[in-house]
């Protein structure tokens, strides 16, 4: 995925008490476009909150906030089938541990870099203080790619992956998870690779576990329920809902799976979804069993779908999903995958809310397009949250040696949306700028962590 040009070292949408950080952050992480990308996004919403709060500028806390505690860098060397020698990188950014140990999961995916991996850590600092969950934020993986790969070559990678890494886990320090390339396969043998050099079965370590092991309901679920709660909550505020709804869900991963799950349960109709080959539009709605079938137990492409499905479902190769009119859109794929284009077709077509499922997956160009239209924009900080929301409940059973009910747990869930919706909301009209839940995100996430950091004093 090609990021979008961002008007690196410009002082647009940028306060004179934040520009002076922003120029620091391109500075010291050159060609690092995705954390310029994300840092800019959070920095240029907080000018009220500085003039507000000059005791967080005194204690320089943009500055220590946009700077890692700890960037780890490690090699990780494996055998293939064939026995021929691989090495790849390894990385792990534990950003922010202010409200508890850091958080965030391990993605396995050739596009993984340093500059990816601290974005996707800043983002989560934000969105796991927007959930009121007692967790810091960060992010790690590996610039392996599972697809293609045996079961024992995967099993080999993550053993030598976690042979580095487990020295700087723990239950009560840091705590990963599963994100693309990363599902209950790879974190199955992460964690007996973990268990076999501690000698502890310290569950908490990690997070989206198998039933079986000490995984917790909905949390495979919680993303893309989440993200369509969100939605629902923003449409309610309006006295709208996602009743009659067409949808269009970009990917077909588990995020967007269980987003079309929980919106046909919503009353709306997902009509098209996606992968890295092109989209299927299926007018009569996805069909979420063969969807599964296709994308979580065979691995196929989307294209098998519509083979599969017969004559009123449509594959287009190569093409942009966001060419299918709808009223709700819900990007769950990969970063900056909605474009300005797309947006200002979304728009034309009707879209009147939007909810980011994926981290970041709308351009700045797109969010700006959104905004200015009067669309309801959820950024991922909100409506992607409800995943790490779920494996901060699955910590809590660990810790207690419990395990939860799925309707307890998921009423939990919509509980903590509804609460991370009424937050953004109060937030965003205390600063001036009612109804932009960006603002209203950015915020609450961002004082939450800092008036901790206060707290704590200069370390």
């Known amino acids: ?23 620091t ?44 505690e700890r960037q780890i860098i490690f090699r990780v060397p494996w055998a293939d089938d064939s026995g021929e020698v691989h090495v790849n990188r390894g990385f792990r950014v534990e950003f922010n541990s202010a409200l508890g140990p850091y958080k965030g999961g391990l993605r396995f995916h050739p596009s993984v870099n340093l500059g990816i991996v601290k974005f996707l850590g800043f983002e989560q600092v934000f969105k796991n203080a927007v959930t009121g969950m007692p967790i810091g934020g960060g992010k790690g993986g590996a610039d392996f790619d599972p697809r293609g790969r045996s079961d024992r070559e995967i099993m080999r990678f993550c053993q030598s992956f976690m042979t580095e890494l487990h020295r700087h886990l723990g239950e009560h320090t840091d705590v990963p998870a599963g994100d693309i390339g990363v599902g209950q396969r790879e974190l199955g043998y992460l964690f007996g690779q973990y268990k076999r050099i501690t000698n502890r079965y310290e569950s908490g370590v990690l997070t989206g576990k198998g039933l079986t092991w000490g995984g917790a309901r909905v949390r495979r679920e919680a993303t893309g329920y989440g993200c369509a709660y969100f939605v629902q909550e923003m449409l309610a505020a309006r006295g709208s809902s996602l009743e009659g709804s067409d949808v269009v869900v970009s990917g077909a991963g588990n995020v967007a799976i269980y987003a079309v799950e929980k919106i046909a349960q919503l009353g709306g109709r997902v009509v098209a979804v996606s992968d890295s080959s092109g989209y299927v539009h299926d007018a009569a709605g996805i069909d979420l069993d063969l969807l599964k079938e296709v994308k979580e137990i065979e691995r196929e492409r989307i294209e098998v779908y519509a083979q599969r499905r017969g004559r009123g479902a449509t594959f287009v190769a190569d093409g942009s999903v966001w060419d299918v009119p709808c009223r709700v859109a819900l990007p ?35 969010v700006r397009a959104f905004r200015a239209a009067g669309v309801l924009f959820a950024p991922g900080k909100a409506a992607n949250a409800g995943g790490v929301a779920t494996s901060a409940l699955e910590m809590q059973q660990n810790a207690s040696r419990d395990s939860w009910t799925f309707e307890h747990s998921e009423q939990r869930l919509q509980e903590i949306v509804q609460e991370m919706h009424a937050a953004c909301c109060a937030t965003a009209e205390e600063y001036g700028a009612p109804g932009d839940y960006v603002v209203g995100a950015n915020i609450t996430g961002f004082v939450r962590v800092a008036d901790a950091m206060l707290a704590h004093g200069l370390i």
Not at 39 to 58: F, I, M, N, W
Not at 337 to 366: F, H, K, Q, S, Y
């Open 25 to 68: 952050i391109l500075r010291r992480n050159p060609g690092e476009l995705e954390f310029h990308q994300a840092s800019h996004e959070v920095l240029e919403t907080l000018g009220p909150v500085v003039a507000k709060h000059p005791e967080y500028v005194e204690a320089k806390l943009l500055e220590r906030i946009c700077e890692p």
């Open 1 to 23: 995925m090609t990021i979008a040009p961002l008007t690196t070292g410009s002082s647009d949408g940028l306060d004179e008490k934040v520009l002076a950080v922003y120029d």
């Open 332 to 366: 769950c794929a990969t970063q900056n995958e909605l474009t300005e284009r797309d947006a200002l077709r979304l728009i034309e077509g009707g879209v009147v809310a939007v909810g980011e499922g994926a981290n970041m997956p709308c351009t700045p160009e797109a």
